[in-house]
């Protein structure tokens, strides 16, 4: 079965940071592009980033540009979001999700993992 | 990074059609065909449903479809039915580095 199951999310205070990771099963993880997409509580969803196959190009959503970094180890079959300056805006569920390669197609998404941020 | 415009709620009653729009803008909806819908029930992620401005995942039926005009793209689903009822988002390629979704509509089946 194709999965993805992101982990690390928690309580953190406001300026704080966090990384998330996402573990992917069930696929040939170097071969898909991915991308991390969250939603805050009773919101709608909101694309944070993206990366290729090689991690040769990453985009940022303006909202979280020069406080996150996105990064993967194909090796490890693992993505990941180290998240700084976190504010509460950044309160969400944070998704993992597969690009079905496709053309920008999410075709595969984790559980989520919940961020909250608070003093 | 504007989010695409998307209708708060439809409804419809169960055999019924309903459309869902998503209107963008000449930089993203209409210069790409990179639109793609995704279905998300409470407490649970979301699924794809269609890609590429009016293609199907295997799985999902024919009566999920998809189109688009002009800067305005559009999810239509015909035969309702109660399992359907969900938020739908759509999602589009916005050119320079950038992906956006709709702000999504929430679908009540009477």
């Known amino acids: 079965e194709e999965q993805l199951v992101e982990s690390g999310g928690g309580l953190a205070q406001p300026g704080g940071s966090l990384r998330l990771s996402c573990a992917a099963s069930?696929?040939?993880?170097?071969?898909?592009?991915m991308n991390w997409v969250r939603q805050a509580p009773g919101k709608g969803l909101e694309w944070v980033s993206y990366?290729?196959?090689?991690?040769?190009?990453?985009y940022y959503a303006d909202s979280v540009k020069g406080r996150f970094t996105m990064s993967r180890d194909n090796a490890k079959n693992s993505l990941y979001l180290q998240m700084t300056s976190l504010g509460v805006e950044d309160t969400a569920v944070y998704y993992c999700?597969?690009?079905?390669?496709?053309?920008?197609?999410?075709?595969?998404w984790g559980q989520g993992t919940l961020v909250t941020v608070s003093s | 990074q504007s989010a695409l415009t998307q209708p708060r709620s439809v409804s419809g009653s169960p055999g019924q059609s309903i459309t869902i729009s998503c209107a963008g803008t000449?930089?993203?909806?209409?210069?790409?065909?990179?639109v793609s819908w995704y279905q998300q029930h409470p407490g649970k992620a979301p699924k794809l449903k269609i890609y590429n401005v009016n293609e199907r995942p295997s799985g999902v039926p024919d009566r999920f479809s998809g189109s688009k005009s002009g800067n305005t793209a559009s999810l239509i689903i015909s035969g309702l039915q109660a399992e359907d009822e969900a938020d739908y988002y759509c999602f589009s390629f916005a050119g320079g580095n950038t992906l956006v979704f709709g702000g999504g509509t929430k679908l009540t089946v009477l």
């Open positions: 069930g696929f040939t993880f170097s071969n898909y592009n």
């Open positions: 000449s930089n993203d909806v209409g210069r790409y065909n990179y």
């Open positions: 990366i290729t196959k090689t991690s040769s190009v990453v």
């Open positions: 999700v597969r690009d079905g390669d496709r053309g920008f197609d999410l075709d595969n």
